[in-house]
């Protein structure tokens, strides 16, 4: 029997986990999770699919005095950086970090299963789980990448609230209501956000970095590289920002070394996992947050030969639940692929 523990219980990542754990009976779903937080929700029940759990206050010693399986870190990098190497229990345990802690230290494995699970090494305790804007890219890209090597990529991310978690979605809903009762009044003042998010969009997510960029536009840039064994990829990231709830979408132009066309890119992406082709434009179908919202699957679509980089470039749009494959169900992901390998 498989065990598990969530640290991190009560967020939105950490409630998701135990949701792609039920739902994906195959490897975890019949032993409920153990579930860990900070001490100010210790003793409170939560109601899950596997029944009313009880959340304990982490505390490390007890942790790994149950010797799980696997530990699905939803926390903050800072609390990563402190625990998680301790969490492994001298080996016993493999830990699957939500945060950007150990996501660009060259040791730690960074990994989409679909697309790198064979950078996981059979002594490897610690992996880092990509960030959301990173993993719902590299779903469509990894397999342009593969046939035709991408060589430039220049994204625009419109990502949903539910990146700053449960209380991000809850700023927008309450910004929203509160805007709808007097059109004239004032936007509620940001808390989660830099600006007020209900009818807005902010081009700045995380931290400005010296080049100009915003940390969550070079997370893309690195750990795409990381993830593709791709050192030299040129990648240009703007991100921002709007009132959406919880799927992130980005719009990409991609340069190839390869001559590429649209049927070879419709033909590829269909047929690669994770991924669902909603590419009928004239019709209206296309990836919207709307549709990927609580999906497993990537949409990917507008699909086009680009106008500037010609026959070495297409535009594409994708759309996915940035807590499914952003975070949640890529982590619980990981670790049926690595349970799956000891079979
Ligand atoms: C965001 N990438 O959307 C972050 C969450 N991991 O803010």
Same mark, same amino acid.
């Given at each position: 029997m498989v065990t598990c523990a969530i640290i991190g219980a009560t967020g939105a990542v950490g409630m998701e986990v135990a949701k792609c754990m039920h739902s994906r009976q195959s490897t975890f779903g019949p032993t409920a999770p153990a579930l860990y937080a900070s001490p100010r929700s210790a003793g409170k029940v939560m109601s899950t699919l596997y029944g009313d759990l009880t959340i304990a206050a982490f505390d490390v010693d007890l942790v790994n005095s149950s010797s799980y399986d696997y530990i699905f870190l939803a926390v903050s990098g800072s609390f990563s950086l402190e625990w998680a190497e301790k969490l492994t229990n001298g080996g016993k345990t493999v830990v699957i970090d939500n945060?950007? &802690?150990?996501?660009?230290? #060259?040791?730690?494995p960074l990994v989409v299963p679909e697309i790198? +699970? &064979?950078?996981?090494? @059979?002594? #490897?305790k610690l992996i880092a789980n990509p960030n959301c804007t990173t993993a719902i890219a590299a779903m469509a890209l990894h397999p342009i990448h593969a046939k035709y090597t991408i060589e430039t990529l220049i994204v625009s991310s419109y990502q949903a609230t539910s990146g700053a978690g449960e209380p991000g979605m809850q700023e927008l809903l309450e910004g929203t209501r509160k805007q709808l009762e #007097? +059109? &004239? &009044? @004032?936007p509620q003042p940001a808390k989660m956000f830099s600006h007020p998010i209900a009818f807005n969009c902010i081009p700045c997510i995380d931290k400005l970095q010296d080049n100009g960029y915003t940390k969550e536009e070079m997370k893309v840039a690195w750990e795409t590289r990381k993830i593709f064994c791709a050192p030299d990829m040129k990648v240009s990231v703007t991100a921002v920002r709007i009132p959406t709830l919880r799927a992130h979408s980005e719009a990409i132009s991609i340069q190839t070394k390869d001559v590429i066309d649209v049927a070879g890119v419709k033909e590829v992406l269909a047929t690669a996992k994770g991924l669902v082709v909603k590419d009928d434009t004239a019709n209206d179908v296309y990836p919207m947050p709307l549709t990927s919202s609580g999906a497993d699957n990537v949409e990917v679509g507008r699909i086009r030969q680009s106008l500037v980089f010609g026959d070495r470039g297409v535009e594409i749009f994708v759309c996915g639940d940035q807590l499914l494959r952003g975070a949640a169900l890529n982590a619980v992901l990981i670790a049926e692929a690595m349970e799956g390998r000891k079979a």
């Open positions: 945060s950007s &802690a150990f996501r660009y230290h #060259d040791s730690i790198n +699970l &064979a950078a996981i090494g @059979p002594d #490897d #007097d +059109l &004239a &009044a @004032p």
